[in-house]
């Protein structure tokens, strides 16, 4: 009989016994729990681990968690719950203007931690699968796959995935380069506009006559056009 694999948690907190706590606390409730101690490493695990949900701390070294929820709004794709001491309304509304799904401050209770984490993990998994189509390409946001009829996965990396996700969910705008860099790059790659052509270059070229979508808005970047327009 399979199991589904435990959930994948992130920890984000810089003190040391707080952290020690909830790793220790989410284990415990069954998670699999990875952490990081500054906003730096954060970034770098997120990209490379994909958790399944964030715990974020705002008062962090190196990248606050401010600046975590900017930069993870379009390219992480996974609820993030603020853990902090910080109680302001101010702080509150900004966090979920950039995104946070829920904001619990310290002090707090491990068991309604664990208890918001999986109420917001079974949202997840009882909402609709995220999936855009355009003549023979399936792009599964949620999966993070693309495919092609008659020709299976297309071999995207995940910086490739999250530029063209971005432009596919914005058909028909003009985005700029810095727009696409932005939001769809990590910070520790180049974003100037040379990065953005390579990726763009070598989407349509994976995507083969689908790539056609992508248009280029000459003194502006590009944009997806999921209908037939002049070309």
Known sequence: ????????????????????????????????????????????????????????????????????????????????????????????????????????????????LVARIRARLLLQEERPRRVLRWDDVSLDLDAREASREGAGALPFTRHEFDVLAYLAERPGRALTRAQIAQHALPPSEERDDR??????????????PAGTRIQTSWGIGYRFVPDEEPR
Do not use: C
Request: proline share 6%.
């Open 1 to 112: 009989m399979s199991m589904n694999p435990p959930s994948r948690i992130l920890v984000v907190e810089d003190d040391a016994p707080i952290a020690a706590g909830i790793v220790r606390g989410l284990k415990l409730a069954g998670f699999q729990v990875s952490l990081a101690t500054d906003g730096v490493l954060a970034l770098e695990m997120a990209e490379r681990e994909r958790p399944d949900l964030v715990v974020l701390d705002l008062n962090l070294p190196g990248q606050d968690g401010f600046e975590l929820l900017e930069a993870w709004r379009f390219r992480l794709r996974v609820p993030v719950i603020v853990l902090t001491a910080r109680q302001e309304l101010e702080a509150r509304l900004r966090s979920f203007g950039l995104g946070a799904v829920d904001y619990l401050p310290k002090p707090f209770w491990m068991e309604e």
């Open 195 to 208: 990065t953005v052509d390579s990726h763009i270059a070598r989407i349509r070229k994976k995507l083969g």
